[in-house]
């Protein structure tokens, strides 16, 4: 029986191949002899070789130019000429040997010299010493640091915080502890170079949306439940995700959480919200952009800021709820592989939090404050004015470009240099051009604070416009 199946199948392999067309034919002839040649020919052909005498080594190697290990940099580059401050960088603050008002450190609430923090930092330096020199999972867990956790996660009124040690890491870890490959990731362009760094480490497929754009950003979203209807399997396992700043670093502009927040129970989103600026800042209690629109913090699935801000210390750290923040403790490479924070900024980070809850009239003062240079700057010849009146960080930008980057750049650094010879403490936003996304164009930075006077603040929007004048027009 089973020979006469073998004979059968025999037969209709013979018929078959008198039905098959001639081209046919021709092709799987020419791909057997392909083949045929491809296991009997030399992969490669063996060059005689010559031998070099010694002298002739010896030239080849004295003429050889190895490439340089990294690309040649002006001496005039900005990273090569930093200003050295002397002295703890607050309200006063001496560059370069000349004492100015401060309007470049990210000191919000004047807690950087505070006497209070100062003192909190003393006491723990003498109890626990100066570092830690061990991860949280090994042996760098000290009860300052539970104590810290537990006060952002009442403050922030979630379950439950967690803190790094470096505020940059803080939400670079926290992305890709979340978002694998093969996950999406909706984000602003203009999101911050931390942002990018986690996006980066994700290997998540990224799409970008146009700034504050939640039109641009639901056309997006509405092209993704698309793609998902083509492929549900894929989509059921595939994780969504929208990364937002809630005031934003390179525009000093707000994020519109509420619309946000609409989008993500539409399409099946998360949030992730990064709060480095707007902690401390925003809201009648400085709990950020969610108080400062009354958004629920249920709503946003994860919030990360920086301590090096409001707070005046040192890390940063998520808040969330419990299953959410556990999963970093395993996960976030900044928590598992890093130093934990030295105990005396925790402590320090803890005063400043006590100060921040005792008096949360200095929110609104910090507004008042922001809104009052925000005004005195309109109009200055040559600049415009970047970034909401609410921002304590926003930017002056060329009104136009010489069409050089270079050269922008060197126009706004006279200016800088101007204000810096008549006592105002100004900065460039500085980036890594060749990395960043977006590269926001060349800037000078003004921080406010709380500590400037209403005579400081209208001494330095008149030092701007004189100097503005000097040097563009």
């Known amino acids: 029986m089973a020979t006469a199946a073998e ?27 392909w083949i045929i040649r491809l296991l009997f020919s030399k992969t490669y052909k063996l060059q005689e070789r010559s031998d070099l005498t010694l002298k002739e080594k010896e030239e080849l190697i004295e003429e050889w130019q190895p490439e340089p290990l990294v690309p040649p940099v002006s001496k005039d580059h900005p990273a090569l000429n930093y200003n050295v401050v002397s002295g703890p960088p607050s309200h006063n603050i001496v560059v370069n040997g000349k004492k100015c008002v401060n309007f470049a450190s990210f000191n919000f609430l004047g807690l950087l010299d505070n006497a209070r923090v100062k003192a909190a930092a003393l006491a723990s330096l003498k109890k626990y010493g100066v570092g830690t020199c061990g991860p949280r999972g090994f042996y760098g867990t000290f009860d300052v640091h539970l104590d810290l956790e537990d006060r952002l996660a009442k403050f922030m009124k979630t379950e439950e915080a967690i803190i790094y040690s470096y505020g940059f890491a803080t939400i670079a870890s926290a992305i890709p502890a979340y978002s694998k490959r093969g996950d999406i990731v909706f984000v602003d362009r203009a999101a911050c170079f931390a942002i990018q760094k986690g996006l980066q480490a994700s290997r998540s497929d990224i799409k970008w949306f146009r700034h504050n754009d939640v039109a641009d950003l639901e056309r997006l979203l509405r092209e993704q439940e698309a793609e998902d209807l083509k492929n549900p399997r894929k989509a059921r396992v595939t994780r969504r995700f929208i990364v937002v ?37 925003l809201g009648e209690h400085g709990r950020g952009v969610t108080e400062h629109f009354g958004i629920s913090i249920d709503d946003i ?20 709820r419990s299953f959410v923040i556990d999963h970093q403790r395993l996960s976030g490479q900044g928590y598992c592989f890093s130093a934990s924070l030295p105990p005396l900024l925790a402590a320090a980070a803890i005063e400043a939090l006590n100060i921040m809850e005792e008096n949360p009239g200095i929110f609104l003062v910090l507004k008042e404050k922001c809104e009052r240079i925000h005004k005195a700057l309109q109009g200055i010849s040559g600049l415009k004015v970047v970034g909401e009146p609410l921002s304590p960080a926003f930017h002056l930008q060329l009104t136009d470009s010489t069409g050089s980057r270079e050269e922008d750049v060197k126009l706004l650094q006279e200016i800088v240099n101007h204000c810096m010879n008549r006592g105002i403490a100004l900065t460039q936003a500085r980036y890594l051009e060749k990395e960043e996304k977006c590269l926001p164009p060349p800037s000078i930075r003004v921080v406010v604070t709380v500590e400037q006077t209403d005579e400081e603040l209208e001494r330095a929007a008149r030092t701007l416009k004189e100097a503005a004048r000097a040097v563009l027009l």
């Open 301 to 320: 699935d994860l919030i990360s800021a920086n301590m090096e801000n409001s707070l005046a210390s040192v890390g940063g750290f998520c808040c969330g």
């Open 245 to 281: 700043e809630g005031l934003y670093m390179n525009t000093g502009t707000v994020c519109p959480l509420p619309e946000l927040v609409k989008l993500k129970y539409k399409y099946k989103a998360r949030i992730f919200l990064e709060e480095s600026l707007s902690f401390g800042v």
């Open 7 to 33: 004979q059968w199948v025999l037969v209709e392999m013979v018929q078959a191949l008198y039905e098959a067309p001639a081209y046919h034919l021709i092709l799987e002839g020419i791909l057997i002899l």
